[in-house]
């Protein structure tokens, strides 16, 4: 089993920045992608950015290329999603999705929503 747990969302001003982490535990060697998604209310969940175990590869949505950036530290198990310039239409709950089975891209990891492991969630609001 492979365990995904959330932290750093919170209230923030438009135009601050946030850091998302997401620490996984279990069978970490497993997963071949892990991203992140959000959720809006009303909204169906949403791929945000997603990143390869392999070769590090990477995928953002349009609505936010420029704005945030995922990485991942291989030594402690963690993947992160820095958010800069956050305008309100960010504001979601963040999950932290892993897929350990085959996915031919990270974008259609992202895209299709194909993670078979999810986090708890972490709410992000941005609001003046």
């Known amino acids: 089993q492979l365990q995904l747990v959330e932290s750093g969302g919170g209230l923030v001003q438009p135009g601050g920045s946030l850091r998302l982490s997401c620490a996984a535990s279990?069978?970490?060697?497993?997963?071949?992608?892990i991203g992140w998604f959000r959720q809006a209310p009303g909204k169906e969940r949403e791929g945000v950015s997603c990143?390869?175990?392999?070769?590090?590869?990477?995928y953002y949505a349009d609505s936010v290329k420029g704005r945030f950036t995922i990485s991942r530290d291989n030594a402690k198990n963690t993947v992160y999603l820095q958010m800069n310039s956050l305008k309100p239409e960010d504001t979601a709950v963040y999950y932290c999705?892993?897929?350990?089975?085959?996915?031919?891209?990270?974008?259609?990891?992202?895209?299709?929503?194909?993670?078979?492991?999810w986090g708890q969630g972490t709410q992000v609001t941005v609001s003046s």
């Open positions: 999705g892993a897929r350990t089975l085959w996915v031919s891209t990270v974008q259609a990891m992202c895209v299709l929503g194909l993670p078979d492991y």
């Open positions: 990143i390869s175990s392999s070769d590090g590869s990477t």
């Open positions: 279990g069978f970490t060697l497993d997963y071949n992608a």
